[in-house]
C-alpha cells in the first residue's frame, strides 16, 4: 500500500503562485512513476504534470507555467505552479503508478491522495 498526502493549495489571486506538495510513504517511492491531476466543480479529472526517471510530461494548458519535481531521497513531490488563471481553479491530486513510466491517464495510476483545493481569483 501507498499513502499519498498533498499539501499547499489555498487561495491565490491570477498571476500568482503556488508550489503544491505531496507526501508518498509505504512503499519504494523511487520505484514509481507520480503524477498531478486535477478536478474543478462539475468536470471530470484531468491529468496536469507527470514525472518518472525517463522525464516530465505536461498537460498543454499548463505547459510553461507549471514544474513538477521529485526528491526521492525524502519520498517527495511537487508541483511549482506559476502565473496562474481563475481556469486552474480545482482541487489538485496526486497519484502514484507502480509501473515507472510515465503516463497521462486516470485509469493507468493505482494510488491516489485526497487532493488539495486551489482557489484562483480573478
Known amino acids: 500500500q501507498v499513502q499519498l498526502r498533498e499539501s499547499g493549495g489555498g487561495l491565490v489571486q491570477a498571476g500568482g503562485s503556488l508550489r503544491l506538495s505531496c507526501a508518498a510513504s509505504?512503499?519504494?517511492?523511487?520505484?514509481?512513476?507520480m503524477g498531478w491531476f486535477r478536478q474543478a466543480p462539475g468536470k471530470e479529472r484531468e491529468f496536469v504534470a507527470a514525472?518518472?526517471?525517463?522525464?516530465?510530461s505536461y498537460a498543454d494548458s499548463v505547459k510553461g507555467r507549471f514544474t513538477i519535481s521529485r526528491d526521492n531521497a525524502r519520498n517527495m513531490v511537487y508541483l511549482q505552479m506559476s502565473t496562474l488563471k481563475p481556469e486552474d481553479t480545482a482541487v489538485y491530486s496526486c497519484?502514484?503508478?507502480?509501473?515507472?513510466?510515465?503516463?497521462?491517464?486516470?485509469?493507468?495510476?493505482?494510488?491516489w491522495g485526497r487532493g488539495t483545493q486551489v482557489t484562483v481569483s480573478s
Open positions: 514525472i518518472s526517471w525517463a522525464g516530465t
Open positions: 509505504g512503499r519504494t517511492f523511487n520505484d514509481f512513476a
Open positions: 497519484a502514484a503508478r507502480i509501473i515507472p513510466n510515465i503516463a497521462t491517464r486516470v485509469s493507468e495510476y493505482t494510488y
